[in-house]
C-alpha cells in the first residue's frame, strides 16, 4: 500500500464536499477550509511517530515536541494563512515517564504560543504496551490572509518556479539534523502574498521532497513543472538530487507569474527561480511526467523523488 494511492482514492472519492455551502477547500491540499457564517477557517492535521519522524532514542525530548507543532505549522505557510490555534492529541508508552510527558508538552506549548497558535485543547492516552511509539497528532486551525488561501491548483503555463532556502540533507544518519529545528515559513508567506497579489498562483511546503512535492502542483494544476538542476539551491553537504528527494526542508516552492516582482531574499531568507511551468503533456505522450528536471542536455523525470510513506517502507 502506497500512500500516494490511498491519498488519491480519498481526493476522487471526496469531490462532492467541495460543492457544499460549507466546504471550500476540500482533500487535495495543505490544508482544508470551511464557511462557518460568512467567515472562512483553514484546518489542517499532521502526525508525528516515533521511529518514522523522529527517533526518540536519540532526540532530545524538547526538539521532538518542537517538531510536533512545527511540521503542522509549515502547512498553515503553504496556504499563506494566519494561525489561530492548535489541538493535540497524544498517544504515550506506559513507561514514557512524567518528567519527559511535561517536557513534550512544555516545548509543543511553547512552539504553539510562538507562532500565535495557542494549544486549546486535545487528548491523551496511554499505550498497553511498552513496545509501542509516541505518536502526536496537531490540528492546527488557520484564516486565510486578505490575498486568500494559496492552493497547488493554481500554476499555469508560463508561470516561474521558486523556492525558499536552502534544499536537502535535513536528516543527519544520527537521526538529528535540520529537520529538528527548521523554521515554518508562514512570515516569509505572508510577505510573499502580501507582495505578489494576484501574481502568486501556487504553493506548497516541501516536506516530501521538492521533486515529490512539485508534482503535486503540477498534478492539481493539471501542468507539467521543469526544473533546472543547476538552479536548485542545495544545503552544503548536498548535491541537487538529495536536495530533490531528501524532504524534510520545510521550505517553500510556489509557482508565481512571469512579470511578478518576486524578491531575491525575504527576512534573510533566499528565494530562487528553479523552473518554470509548461502545459501538461498530451495524454497520447508515452512520457506524462509531472515533474521533469533538465540536469545539462539530459531530461529526468523528478515526479517521485521524495519520501513517499508505504507498507514496505
Known amino acids: 500500500m502506497r500512500e500516494s494511492d490511498l491519498l488519491e482514492h480519498i481526493f476522487q472519492t471526496s469531490k462532492a464536499l467541495r460543492r457544499s455551502d460549507l466546504v471550500v477547500i476540500g482533500p487535495g491540499d495543505d490544508m482544508a477550509m470551511i464557511n462557518l457564517a ?7 492535521v499532521d502526525q508525528l511517530i516515533d521511529g518514522r519522524h523522529v527517533r526518540l532514542a536519540v532526540t532530545p525530548i524538547h526538539l ?3 517538531k510536533a507543532i512545527a511540521r503542522s505549522l509549515s502547512d498553515i505557510a503553504a496556504m499563506a494563512a494566519r494561525p489561530v490555534a492548535t489541538l493535540v492529541a497524544a498517544a504515550l508508552p506506559p513507561d514514557f515517564g512524567v518528567d519527559r510527558a511535561n517536557q513534550l508538552f512544555d516545548s509543543m506549548r511553547a512552539v504553539a504560543e510562538q507562532y500565535n497558535a495557542p494549544i ?4 491523551i ?6 513496545s509501542k511509539p509516541l505518536v502526536c497528532s496537531a490540528t492546527v486551525l488557520a484564516e486565510p490572509s486578505a490575498t ?5 491548483s493554481g500554476a499555469r503555463p508560463g508561470d516561474i518556479v521558486f523556492v525558499t532556502g536552502l534544499l536537502g540533507g535535513s536528516l543527519h544518519p544520527n537521526g538529528l539534523g535540520r529537520h529538528l529545528t527548521f523554521e515554518p515559513r508562514i512570515d516569509v508567506a505572508l510577505k510573499l502574498a502580501s507582495t505578489l497579489g494576484d501574481d502568486l498562483h501556487a504553493m506548497i511546503d516541501i516536506s516530501d521532497g521538492l521533486g515529490r512535492d512539485a508534482s503535486h502542483i503540477a498534478e ?4 507539467q513543472v521543469t526544473i533546472d538542476a543547476a538552479r536548485i539551491p542545495c544545503n552544503d553537504d548536498c548535491d541537487w538530487r538529495r536536495a530533490l528527494s531528501d524532504g524534510e526542508d520545510y521550505e ?3 509557482a508565481a507569474a512571469p512579470n511578478a516582482n518576486v524578491p531575491g531574499q525575504i527576512g534573510g531568507v533566499q528565494v530562487t527561480a528553479v523552473g518554470e511551468v509548461r502545459p501538461a503533456p498530451g495524454r497520447a505522450s508515452p512520457d506524462r511526467a509531472r515533474v521533469v528536471v533538465q540536469d545539462g542536455n539530459r531530461q529526468l523525470k523528478a515526479d517521485d523523488l521524495g519520501w513517499e510513506h508505504s507498507s514496505e517502507s
Do not use: E, K, Q
Not at 486568500?148 to 497547488?152: A, F
Open 38 to 44: 460568512g467567515r472562512r477557517l483553514l484546518a489542517g
Open 64 to 66: 521532538v515536541g518542537r
Open 120 to 123: 486549546i485543547g486535545g487528548d
Open 125 to 130: 492516552a496511554f499505550h498497553s504496551d511498552p
Open 148 to 152: 486568500g488561501p494559496i492552493t497547488r
Open 220 to 223: 492539481r494544476s493539471n501542468v
Open 252 to 254: 517553500l516552492c510556489f
